[in-house]
C-alpha cells in the first residue's frame, strides 16, 4: 500500500488520477487531495474517497468545505494556502503534480526536497525551474517520473538508465509528437478571429483550458520541448517536434543503429498516469486496447512555425537559458488568461510573449529567489503589453 498526494485533484489530469487509483484499492491510499476553489467538487470528492487531508485555496473555501464535511461526519483535516500544499506534498510517498501552471511550483519542489516519487504532470514547475529542480531531484533522491503523455512516451522507449547525456547511451534524437491542436490548418488570417471556445475544443484529449489553449498555439509543445530537455538532459536541437493529427504514437527515441521506438496508444492520460503510478509494474488503466483497424493509418507533417510563433519562441527561451523560460511561461500564463478573458486576440499570445521576453534580461537561474523574481516582473510586463494592445485597438 502506498500514500498518494494529489495536487490538483478537481482537474482533469486529477480526474484521471482518480479513476486509475480506484480501480486498485490494495495498492493505493489517498493521504491528501488538492483543489483551488470549488468547494463543491472538493466535497463529493472527500465523501467519495476519504482522503486523511484536503487542501483548499483560501481560508474561507478551507471553512466552507470543513463544515460541510463535518455535517456528514467525515473525518477529513481540512487546511488551505501554499503551506499547506507543500506540507501535503512532502508527506505521502507518491506526490501527482496535477496543478496548473507556477501555482504549482512550490509545492512540487516540496515533494523533490522529501525525495519522493513525483508523478509530473505540472510541466510548469520545470519550465520554470528546470536546473535547479533537477539539481534537487539528484539531492534527495525523488523518483522523477513524466505522467505528460509525450514523456512517459520518451521514457518508456528509453533505457532505463539514460541520465548524462542522450548520445551516451546512442540515443540520436527525441521525436516529441504534436496532434496541432484545434487550428492545424488554418492560416494567420482566420486564426486571428478564433475564440476561447473554437481553442478549448481539442480534437483528441480533453483537457483544462490553460493547456487547451496552449495546444493550440503549439505554446504546449513549446514547453514540453524544454521539459524534455531537464527530463531526459537533451539538448534542444536534439529534439523535433513532429505534427502527427491522430495522436496515436505518444513520441519516439531514434538510436544511432537506425532504430526508431516508439510508444502508441489511445490518447488517454490514464495510460501515462497508470505507468508512473505503477512502475515498474503494470496496472489495469481502464484503457480501451488500441485497435489498429480502426485508426487505418498515422499521418505526418513538419510544424508551421510560422503560423505559430510560439514553438520557437520558447526553442529560444531554452537556448538562452536562465531565467528566459520562467519569463516565457509567465508570459503565456498571463496572455492565455487574457485570451480566456475575451481581452487579447488568439494571435496576440505570441506577440505578448515575445514582447516580454526581449524587454526582460536573461539572468542565472540557480536561485530560486531569481526565478520567482522573474516570473513576477514577466507579469507585470505582460500586463503592460496586454493593456497596450488594447489602447492600440481602440484608439
Ligand atoms: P485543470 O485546469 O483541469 O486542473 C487544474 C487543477 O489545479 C485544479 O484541480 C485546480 O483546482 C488546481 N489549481 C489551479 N490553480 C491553482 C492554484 N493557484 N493553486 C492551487 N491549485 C490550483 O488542468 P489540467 O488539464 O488537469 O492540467 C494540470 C497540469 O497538467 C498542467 O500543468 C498541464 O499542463 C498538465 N497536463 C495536463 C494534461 C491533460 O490531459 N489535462 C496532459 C499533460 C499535462
Ligand atoms: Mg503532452
Request: charged share 20%.
Amino acid at each position: 500500500m502506498q500514500t498518494v498526494t494529489l495536487l490538483g485533484a478537481t482537474g482533469s489530469v486529477g480526474t484521471s488520477t482518480l479513476d486509475v487509483i480506484e480501480r486498485h484499492p490494495d495498492r493505493y491510499h489517498l493521504h491528501a487531495l488538492t483543489a483551488h476553489t470549488s468547494v463543491e467538487k472538493m466535497l463529493a470528492l472527500c465523501l467519495k474517497h476519504r482522503p486523511e487531508h484536503a487542501v483548499m485555496g483560501t481560508e474561507e473555501t478551507a471553512r466552507q468545505l470543513s463544515a460541510a464535511l463535518e455535517k456528514q461526519s467525515v473525518a477529513t483535516c481540512v487546511s488551505w494556502g501554499e503551506q499547506a500544499l507543500c506540507d501535503v506534498a512532502a508527506a505521502a510517498e507518491m506526490v501527482v503534480a496535477g496543478i496548473v501552471g507556477a501555482a504549482g511550483l512550490m509545492p512540487t519542489l516540496s515533494a523533490v526536497r522529501a525525495g519522493r516519487r513525483i508523478l509530473l504532470a505540472n510541466k510548469e514547475a520545470l519550465v520554470m525551474s528546470g536546473a535547479l529542480f533537477m539539481r534537487e531531484v539528484a539531492r534527495s533522491g525523488a523518483v522523477l517520473l513524466p505522467l505528460d503523455s509525450e514523456h512517459n512516451a520518451i521514457f518508456q522507449c528509453l533505457p532505463r538508465e539514460h541520465r548524462g547525456g542522450l548520445e551516451r547511451h546512442g540515443i540520436t534524437r527525441l521525436l516529441l509528437t504534436a496532434s496541432g491542436g484545434p487550428f492545424r490548418d488554418h492560416d494567420r488570417a482566420t486564426l486571428s478571429q478564433v475564440t476561447p471556445e473554437q481553442a478549448c475544443a481539442h480534437p483528441n484529449w480533453s483537457m483544462g483550458r490553460k493547456i487547451s489553449v496552449d495546444s493550440a498555439t503549439l505554446m504546449n509543445k513549446g514547453l514540453e520541448l524544454i521539459e524534455a530537455c531537464w527530463l531526459f538532459d537533451a539538448t534542444p536541437d536534439q529534439i523535433e517536434v513532429v505534427v502527427h493529427p491522430q495522436s496515436v504514437i505518444h513520441s519516439m527515441a531514434a538510436y544511432s543503429d537506425g532504430s526508431v521506438l516508439a510508444q502508441l496508444g489511445n490518447p488517454d492520460m490514464r495510460t501515462p498516469i497508470a505507468h508512473a503510478l505503477a512502475w515498474p509494474e503494470r496496472i489495469d488503466a481502464g484503457v480501451a486496447p488500441l485497435d489498429l483497424f480502426t485508426v487505418a493509418r498515422l499521418d505526418f507533417q513538419a510544424p508551421d512555425l510560422e503560423s505559430f510563433p510560439c514553438l520557437r519562441l520558447a526553442r529560444e527561451a531554452m537556448t538562452a537559458g536562465g531565467t528566459a523560460p520562467a519569463v516565457l511561461n509567465a508570459a503565456n500564463e498571463v496572455a492565455v488568461d487574457a485570451f480566456l478573458a475575451g481581452t487579447l486576440g488568439f494571435t496576440d499570445i505570441p506577440t505578448v510573449v515575445e514582447t516580454v521576453m526581449s524587454r526582460i534580461k536573461t539572468q542565472g537561474a540557480d536561485e530560486l529567489d531569481m526565478i520567482l523574481s522573474h516570473d513576477r516582473l514577466a507579469r507585470r510586463e505582460a500586463q503592460d503589453v496586454i493593456e497596450a494592445l488594447a489602447a492600440t485597438a481602440a484608439g
